[in-house]
């Protein structure tokens, strides 16, 4: 692990060796974690049980990039004179401030010191603001007493109020209904400031319940004022953990917190890729299942710092490097894909960028593009972003007023996400992060075709469970198979591309995983198969599976 962890570190030295940190703050890098009086036999010293059992269910290794950063080597840092901000085990460095050339010089001295990053100074301004974080370029409305167009609508367990289509767009009301809301996961999420989050109404429920497990300040270590600072951390978490009966909730009202600020709105820097970076470490720490973060970099308030498109390839971003880590140990990272989309940039950013990142792009209330969203592919041709979800028209709490408000932006469409991740891995705890991203990726509108506009789709996240439900399927042979009308009436006929295909059993279940329909098939070498019978079947959507053989096809058909 220690080869893996110097290539690591040897990729963002050489990408960023001539750009600077911030104004006078500075990025010191360690030689090594030798004499560390922590060791990966004793996890308990740096990583709460939680994280522990994590590592244990998922059989991840506690390797060297665990170790926290010798913290004798941070106190001689701090010795000479600087002030520390954060600390990276991941990268093994620290972040400091420090106005005096003569503290750098004797910092750099020090014999396991790798390098200090130092910053110019500058505060020149690029011409295109596309690079500040998304929230920059979002837009946020009241929503008025009458002539809102979206449906306000209840499931069983729920009253949404006008939240109701961004959920129900995704299919995820069956899995609250069935009791998977979130309970027992835990969500961080990092963004610019959470303002007023601990007074507004909609949030009472998450404080009086004690889900907010704790909050940090990775901006301003010293005078943390995460609910006196940007709105925008605020409107992101009502789209998760908002539980006002009737006007809004959340997708996942049952889930507990980190509110972890990482983004300095007030500028840009390189430097808060690597907040980032401290802070997703936080959350792994502390055992966070899910990181939301509607937060991304491509160029800076210091053009030197800037990204270029082919920085995006998912592994030349610091603040990338870290979210892949960061899914490594066993977390699920969802990141807002951008609001690039038909502007000078176009394209994801940095972290959405990431390999193992689930970018989440954006469509309106009726499942169309919205023209904002950031696109794909990477630079080295990947397809982005994963899936998308509601975020032009998305139902928000205005940090201000406290009040029911729309917004748009792909920062909606992430932590919108991010909750419906939650719920689907809470029914299904002993799967890997890779096989609920799978899982929801498969279930998508467009997962036979996903393109670089919508990716993988609007996924359904209750035939993500039946998927995950039934696991051992296996869609190696969809291509083979359509169904026609679907929408259907009283019957449809399954089309059968490849004659050789043998199908045993076709059984038909609603939602709730209830089996409605089941039809053995003689053996058979034909074009189709008929369905037929299903005149008293209610109207709604339903699952199909298609046995053939050792493997499944698993179809979602809907009846009018």
């Known amino acids: 692990m220690k080869k893996v962890f110097t290539l690591i570190l040897t990729l963002i030295v050489g990408y960023i060796a001539l750009g600077q940190v911030a104004p006078n703050k500075y990025w010191v890098r360690f030689t090594d974690k030798d004499n560390s009086p922590y060791s990966i036999d004793n996890p308990e010293q740096f990583l709460s049980q939680r994280a522990i059992d994590r590592r244990a269910a998922y059989n991840i290794p506690i390797d060297e990039s665990d170790l926290p950063v010798n913290p004798a080597y941070i106190e001689a840092v701090v010795n000479e004179g600087a002030t520390l901000l954060n600390v990276s085990k991941w990268f093994n460095s620290v972040t400091i401030f420090a106005a005096n050339s003569a503290v750098l010089d004797a910092i750099n001295a020090l014999p396991f010191v790798l390098s200090i990053q130092k910053s110019t100074g500058t505060n020149n301004q ?20 009458t002539g809102f167009l979206k449906g306000t609508t209840s499931g069983q367990s729920y009253d949404y109020g006008q939240a109701y289509n961004q959920i129900n767009m995704l299919n995820g009301i069956p899995l609250h209904d069935m009791g998977y809301n979130g309970t027992g996961m835990v969500i961080a999420i990092l963004d610019a400031g959470f303002l007023n989050a601990n007074t507004i109404a909609a949030f009472d429920y998450l404080w009086d319940n004690e889900k907010i497990l704790g909050y940090k300040d990775f901006v301003d270590p010293q005078n943390p004022n995460i609910f006196e600072s940007h709105y925008h951390g605020t409107m992101v978490l009502s789209t998760i953990g908002a539980n006002l009966p009737g006007q809004m909730v959340g997708t996942a009202p049952e889930a507990s917190f980190w509110l972890l600020r990482s983004e300095d709105g007030d500028s840009e820097y390189l430097i808060e890729e690597l907040n980032w970076v401290s802070a997703a470490e936080y959350a792994d720490s502390v055992g966070a299942d899910v990181i939301n973060s509607s937060l991304g970099y491509t160029t800076f308030d210091d053009p030197s710092q800037n990204h ?30 951008g609001n690039s989309g038909g502007g000078s940039w176009q394209y994801i950013g940095a972290p959405a960028d990431g390999d193992s990142v689930f970018s989440i792009g954006a469509v309106d209330a009726g499942g169309n593009y919205a023209s904002f969203s950031s696109t794909g592919p990477t630079y080295d041709g990947r397809l982005k972003p994963n899936v ?31 909750g419906m991740v939650s719920c689907l891995w809470q029914a299904h705890p002993n799967k890997r992060n890779t096989e609920i991203m799978n899982a929801i990726q498969e279930s998508g509108t467009l997962a036979e075709n996903p393109n670089n506009q919508l990716g993988y789709g609007i996924p359904d996240y209750m035939l993500a469970h039946d998927m995950i439900t039934n696991s051992g399927y296996d869609i190696v042979f969809d291509n083979a198979l359509s169904v026609y009308p679907n929408p259907f009436s009283s019957n449809f006929t399954i089309m059968i591309k490849d004659r050789e295909l043998e199908v045993d059993r076709i059984e038909i279940s609603d939602l709730t995983g209830k089996l409605i329909y089941r039809l053995e098939v003689s053996p058979n070498n034909i074009d189709n198969i008929s369905v037929s019978g299903l005149d008293q079947v209610s109207p709604g ?4 599976r298609i046995i053939s053989g050792g493997q499944q096809s698993i179809q979602k058909i809907m009846k009018n």
């Open 541 to 544: 959507v339903y699952v199909m």
């Open 126 to 145: 690029p011409g295109d603001k596309f690079g500040k974080p998304f929230f920059e370029r979002e837009s946020y409305n009241q929503i008025p007493e």
């Open 388 to 418: 998308v979800a509601q975020g032009q028209g998305s139902t928000i709490i205005s940090a201000w007023s406290g009040e029911v408000s729309s917004g748009n932006g792909t920062s909606f469409s992430s932590p919108i996400t991010a």
């Open 308 to 337: 270029s498109y082919e920085d995006m390839d998912g592994n030349t971003a610091p603040i990338t490097i870290g979210a892949d880590k960061a899914v490594s140990k066993g977390m699920i990272v969802v990141n807002s894909a």
